[in-house]
Structure formats: C-alpha cells, structure tokens
C-alpha cells in the first residue's frame, strides 16, 4: 500500500509540476529593449503621446468607462476555501489512503487556499448513486447497472419515487453500461478508458452528466464474478445482487456543478491539473490488481468459507448458461429503462460501447 500510495503522490506531483511549467516561464520584457534603443526625442514624444492621452481619457464621463471587474489571478485576492471530501472509506484502506492523498494534492496544487477535509460516512445507503453532496466533495461509491435494477425493479413504491425524482437521476445510468454483467466488460483499466472517452467526445452523453456533476475522477472495478452454486435464475428466489456478487462498480469522485462554478477559476484549473483520465486510471489498476490476486484465493477459499455455497462464475460452471440467458435479458431491460430515461437509443449505445471496449482491451 505505501508503494502505491507513493508512486500516486508522484503521479500527482508530476501533474501539478507540468502544469506549472506550462505557464510558469515568463517572455523578455519588451520594453526593457525599448528603453536601450530609445533617443531622447523619442522619450520627449511618447511623453507628449502619453499626456494628450491621460487628458483625453479625463474628458470622457465617469459612468461611460467604467467595465465590470475582471477575476483577480492573485490568491490573496480570490479567497480560500475549505470543502468537507466524504467517502465510507476509513483512511486505513486503501483506497482511503490514496484519496486522503488526492485531497492533499488539491491543497498543494492551490497553494493551500483550498482545502478537502477528508471525512468518512459511517452509513454507506449515504453514499448510494442517488447522492447530492451539496456542498462537499466526496466519492459516490459503488454504482452499477445490478444495483439500479434492484431498485428500478423491485424498491417499494416510496423508495422507487425517490430514486426517480432524484436530480442526479438521468446522469448516471448510461455509465453504468460498462458494469453490465456477463457482457464481455472484465477489465476495468480498459472500461475506465472508455468512460473517459465518452466523456470528452460524446457531447450527448456528457451533457447528462454535466447536468449535475462536475466529473473530478472516475474509475471502474475490475468484476469478479461468484455465485451461489445451488441456484440458478428463477424469477422466484433468484436476486442478482445476492446470489452474484464481486461485479465492476463505477466509483465518481466530485461535486455538484453549483458547488464547482462557485470557486474561481484559477482554483478550478488547479484542481483539474491533479485529477481527470491518469489519476482515474491509478485507482482502475489498484482494484484490477485487487481482483487478480483476489481471484486466485477465492478459487480456493470461496467453497471453504462459510458461505460454502459459493464458487467463482465462470464459463466451466455448469449452469453457466443459465446464468448468462438471465443477464441477456438483464440487459435488454436496461437498455428499454436507460431509453427511457435519457431519450438515447440505449442499443446502439451499448453496441457502440462495445466496440470502443474491444477496442481498448485489445491494447
């Protein structure tokens, strides 16, 4: 974890480095050359030039040249800010760790003028894809097309009108493509990539999100799938999110759009210098990692377990393709709920995702 945490703070520092050079140099004062070429009778008519100006502009009304006041660059002058950043995540994990690192690499980047207070929330139902952190920043924490359906679905009648009238409601199913169960979406480095892409080239898709979000990181869990070996689907006693388990989940660190369009702009550039597509991609790896090393001990520790009945899901299991029939149709649900919802052909943009993913994957 200390490797990890370093290699981020690198990453981080890097960032912030290179986006400082970009416009830390400064050009040659022209008019220090001025100054050497300069005669005294050209001295004599630029002090001519410039007293008729200094008259001119004295005889123009006061109301006529004032102009609104532009955004002051100097931190002294744009204020600090200091932001709650909530996670379920103690700092011990971790992935607490490497947050409470990337809240520490915000302050850096601004010189200290603004701060996240890294704040874990003890009731994880607060951190559910129905969230409005208002004014805080925070990481959404664990969303997927699995945890959608069971309330899209099967919520009462109050929880699932709570779900629907939620602002950030239509922002976020169309992401949750990529955690599609048994749909060919395993590695989540590459799903990363694709959410990431979508976001700066698709405007439609971008603009759901935009709605409510400003987007800071974003990252996908690499999927592990178990079952319960006893069951297969049946519309009676089959539930996906408890009889499957270890699926990819969409992790959002960010802020309401409100929120963001309130810090100045200088602050904002910062701040995106030391988040966006690499440091999403830093966390992706971590969980991928995660999941090949955990694969390898569930295969044996999983029917050992007091959960004895659960075995990884893989293509050797025998009813495999009973669990891959359900998920088909899974799928054709969602793609009718998310074209629902978003007035986007779902199927063509599930087709499309596809595609971008075999793509990426085969890098």
Same mark, same amino acid.
């Given at each position: ?41 050209e001295? +004599? @008519?630029?002090? #001519?030039?410039?007293?008729? *100006? ?6 123009? $009304? %006061? /109301? ?8 002051? +660059? @100097?931190?002294? #002058?744009?204020?600090?800010? *200091? ?6 995540? $103690? %700092? /011990? ?11 520490d ?10 701060k ?37 679905h ?5 929880e ?59 990252f ?47 602050y ?96």
């Amino acid at each position: 974890m200390k490797k990890f945490i370093a290699l981020l703070l690198a990453g981080l520092m890097l960032v912030s480095a290179l986006g400082g050079c970009a416009g830390g140099s400064s050009a040659p004062d022209p008019a220090s050359g001025q100054k050497q070429a300069e005669t005294s009778s050209e001295k +004599s @008519e630029a002090a #001519e030039s410039k007293a008729q *100006e200094t008259s001119e502009q004295a005889s123009v $009304p %006061e /109301e006529a040249s004032e102009e609104a006041p532009e955004e002051s +660059s @100097e931190p002294e #002058e744009l204020g600090d800010f *200091e932001y709650r950043f909530l996670t379920i995540y $103690p %700092e /011990e994990y971790e992935i607490g760790a490497a947050l409470k690192a990337y809240c520490d690499a915000v302050e850096t980047a601004t010189d200290g003028h603004v701060k996240f207070i890294y704040e874990r929330i003890q009731d994880p139902a607060m951190m559910d894809s129905a969230i409005d952190f208002g004014d805080a920043f925070g990481m959404m924490s664990g969303f997927n097309a699995v945890k959608r359906y069971m309330y899209y679905h099967q919520a009462s009648e109050e929880e699932y009108k709570k779900i629907l009238d939620a602002p950030n409601y239509e922002s976020l199913i169309l992401p949750e493509v990529v955690t599609l169960p048994l749909q060919g979406f395993d590695d989540g480095v590459a799903m990363t990539n694709v959410l990431w892409d979508l976001y700066e080239k698709d405007s439609a898709y971008a603009s759901l999100i935009d709605e409510f979000y400003k987007p800071l990181i974003v990252f996908v869990s690499s999927p592990l799938y178990y079952a319960d070996e006893r069951l297969t689907p049946d519309v009676d006693v089959f539930q996906p999110e408890r009889d499957v388990r270890g699926g990819a989940f969409i992790y959002l660190v960010c802020c309401t759009n409100d929120l963001w369009e309130r810090l100045p702009a200088a602050y904002q550039e910062k701040i995106e210098a030391v988040s966006g597509r690499e440091i999403s991609l830093t966390f992706a790896q971590m969980f991928k990692d995660s999941r090949d090393q955990n694969a390898e001990e569930w295969a044996v520790s999983l029917p050992e377990s007091w959960h004895g009945q659960y075995v990884l899901l893989n293509p050797e299991n025998d009813n495999y393709a009973d669990y891959q029939n359900y998920f088909d149709a899974f799928t054709a649900d969602w793609i009718k709920d998310a074209a629902e919802v978003t007035e986007v052909d779902a199927e063509a943009f599930l087709a499309k995702v596809k595609e971008m993913y075999a793509a990426e994957a085969s890098k």
